[in-house]
């Protein structure tokens, strides 16, 4: 069987309170799974999770992961 490529990884960290945003930009938090403030997740870098990512980032810190 052929290796899987390992996919790339992003870190992203809440650094906004999501209360008071629009109702899909709270939907793109609970999709990647950010629920508090100052919580940090890795996630895999796929267009699915990039746009996410653009439509809240003014919300994230997003750091890029080798």
């Keep these: ?3 899987a490529k390992k996919q790339a990884q992003v870190r992203l960290t809440l650094v906004k309170s999501k209360h008071g945003r629009l109702k899909n930009h709270k939907a ?3 999709g990647l799974g950010l ?4 919580q940090t997740i890795t996630v895999s870098d796929t267009p699915e999770n990039r746009g996410m990512i653009n439509t809240v980032s003014y919300l994230l810190k997003v750091e890029e992961l080798a």
């Design 35 to 38: 629920r508090r403030i100052h």
């Design 28 to 30: 793109c938090l609970q």
């Design 1 to 3: 069987m052929a290796k």
